[in-house]
């Protein structure tokens, strides 16, 4: 079992940057493709990056491609979520979650749809919250 904890949330303003930690304990996350996903109120949850540092590959939502970035810093069992341009669309929960993958590559190379299933993602950090004003 791997446990998640997010930090880094707070209140930025439009156009602004943010990172947010989602550190892991209990297991290496070389076993685990790693997602970021994010919550408005009343709204579905939605993914937002996924990364395998294994497979070395990284996936974007199409809101966030070229804004944000996903990164893993093994020595310290972290990912991150590098957050730029901050838009009024972005305040959210923001949610890490792990889902552990025999062959990330497969998870990858394979259908688009199954990387932000957040039901193939067994386990859940607590979420932290982003604001953004303008």
């Known amino acids: 079992q791997v446990q998640l904890v997010e930090s880094g949330g707070g209140a930025e303003q439009s156009g602004g940057s943010l990172r947010l930690s989602c550190a892991a304990s209990?297991?290496?996350?070389?076993?685990?493709?790693i997602g970021w996903f994010r919550q408005a109120p009343g709204k579905e949850r939605e993914g937002v990056a996924c990364?395998?540092?294994?497979?070395?590959?990284?996936y974007y939502a199409d809101s966030v491609k070229g804004r944000f970035t996903i990164s893993t810093e093994n020595a310290k069992n972290t990912v991150y979520l590098e957050m730029t341009r901050l838009k009024a669309e972005d305040p959210h929960v923001y949610y890490c979650?792990?889902?552990?993958?025999?062959?990330?590559?497969?998870?990858?190379?394979?259908?688009?749809?199954?990387?932000?299933?957040?039901?193939?993602?067994?386990?859940w950090g607590q979420g932290t919250q982003l604001t953004v004003s303008s």
């Open positions: 979650a792990a889902a552990r993958v025999e062959y990330p590559g497969g998870w990858f190379g394979g259908p688009k749809s199954r990387l932000f299933d957040e039901y193939q993602y067994e386990y």
């Open positions: 209990g297991s290496s996350l070389d076993y685990y493709v």
């Open positions: 990364i395998s540092s294994r497979a070395g590959s990284t």
